[in-house]
């Protein structure tokens, strides 16, 4: 398996514009989680789902943010419209909740570096 | 409410020396508990976790960490520090969410480790 796969790696936008960050699970795993990560806040969950239903989407800052699943395999976050302070590093996690040799790890990508101007 | 702690923001070690980096639970029930490793431009990796079993937990790149119960803490180790071991280091809780049934991590917020040659 590659993983989990983030795309674009980078992305620099301009104030006001939307934002679309791209996440594909691990197969197999049933948990998806949203994070968002600076300097100054840290590790923040944003946002996890389950089966595909969000399940905690406490930590999503404001109605800007929002987040998909579709399917098993893919995941969306969307900041509409963006703002200098959306400013960040945005990883995906998967992890199974299913007895097994990895069972409950999280597995992260890459990371989407973030840059709003 | 299931949290860690993570008392150090940074640690320097000299390498070939032991390192510790610390990490205190508060959860109700027993603890899952996590470490991993995030290098600079690079998602989080899964080190090693506790479930049950054997106090003192072994995993990659010669880590081990020690459950102690009475203390509440989960104490990553690592005998022989090399250079390469230079990152940030976050330990994890596992909260299970009674109303949905299903679990998110906690995470603490990180203890930068600095391996001096």
């Known amino acids: 398996d590659a993983g989990v796969i983030q795309s674009p790696r980078h992305e620099v936008t301009e104030m006001g514009q939307e934002v679309t960050l791209r996440c594909k699970p691990i197969s197999g795993h049933d948990y998806l989680f949203w994070y968002r990560q600076t300097m100054m806040r840290g590790l923040e969950l944003l946002i996890y789902?389950?089966?595909?239903?969000?399940?905690?989407d406490s930590g999503m800052p404001e109605d800007r943010f929002s987040a998909k699943m579709p399917n098993a395999s893919f995941s969306t976050l969307k900041i509409q419209p963006s703002e200098p302070r959306d400013s960040a590093v945005y990883f995906c996690?998967?992890?199974?909740?299913?007895?097994?040799?990895?069972?409950?790890?999280?597995?992260f990508g890459p990371g989407t570096r973030l840059t709003v101007l | 409410a299931q949290s860690v702690a993570q008392p150090e923001d940074q640690v320097n070690v000299a390498e070939g020396n032991p390192l510790t980096v610390k990490c205190t639970y508060s959860v109700s029930g027993n603890p899952y508990l996590f470490w991993y490793v995030q290098y600079p431009n690079r998602g989080l990796q899964f080190l090693l976790k506790y479930i049950t079993g054997d106090n003192l937990v072994k995993g990659s790149y010669g880590f081990e960490a020690e459950f102690n119960k009475s203390q509440t803490s989960f104490h990553l180790k690592k005998p022989s520090a090399l250079v390469s071991d230079s990152a940030l280091y976050f330990c994890?809780?596992?909260?299970?969410?009674?109303?949905?049934?299903?679990?998110?991590?906690?995470f603490g917020t990180g203890t930068r480790l600095k391996v001096l040659a």
């Open positions: 996690a998967s992890s199974s909740g299913l007895a097994g040799v990895s069972y409950n790890e999280q597995f």
């Open positions: 994890a809780v596992r909260d299970m969410v009674a109303t949905s049934g299903t679990y998110k991590y906690i």
């Open positions: 789902f389950n089966n595909n239903v969000p399940i905690d």
